[in-house]
């Protein structure tokens, strides 16, 4: 039994520091952020952005009065899906990831948003096409709670410098943080 004694103390000396590690250890190390895997929020104007790296989307709400819209863009899949509460409709559109900013672009922006050195604003076009998505569900979860509720149609991309034969008036105009402009026009059937 005496054997069995020294061991047993040597137990209880690694078992007070182990708790002590818990208790101030872990806590910290929840609080570092150790890759890009972490979520990054931030807000630039009346936008508040959601940047979830691991997923490969920015989630956007901008809450403007003249034109309040909600957005997911979607890298992974080059979908931009938008909210437009002005029509009470969404739109997806199939992204140019060639002319809008990376995701590096924009977690860096974020990460600056102070300084207000940004890359240069461009400007897209889309245009609404008659026929309504039928199956959100296939675009993904945040894509079909974007557009619960409201009638969703695709827009597609307008090439730089084609002129548009459409009422300026049927076009609602976003700005995505200050990288670029977007342009979403047509009528919306039923509206």
């Not at 004694?5 to 137990?11: C, F, I, L, T």
């Not at 819209?69 to 992204?95: D, E, H, P, R, T």
Request: charged share 15%.
């Amino acid at each position: 039994m005496l054997a069995h004694k020294p061991k047993r103390d040597n137990m209880k000396c690694l078992i007070a520091p182990s708790i002590l590690v818990s208790i101030f250890l872990v806590p910290s190390l929840a609080l570092m952020n150790i890759s890009d895997s972490h979520p990054l929020d931030g807000s630039v104007g009346t936008q508040t952005i959601h940047v979830d790296a691991l997923r490969c989307m920015v989630s956007i709400q901008d809450t403007n009065v003249l034109s309040e819209w909600n957005g997911i863009v979607n890298y992974k899949n080059a979908l931009l899906a938008v909210k437009l509460f002005s029509k009470m409709a969404c739109v997806l559109a199939k992204m140019d990831l060639a002319v809008f900013p990376s995701l590096d672009d924009i977690t860096q922006a974020l990460g600056q948003q102070a300084s207000g050195h940004y890359p240069p604003t461009r400007g897209l076009t889309y245009t609404v096409l008659p026929s309504r998505v039928k199956n959100l569900a296939q675009y993904g979860v945040p894509v079909k709670d974007l557009c619960r509720a409201v009638p969703t149609y695709f827009a597609q991309q307008q090439k730089e410098g084609t002129a548009l034969a459409m009422d300026p008036d049927s076009c609602s105009e976003l700005q995505f943080m200050s990288f670029m402009g977007l342009s979403i026009c047509g009528e919306i059937p039923g509206l």
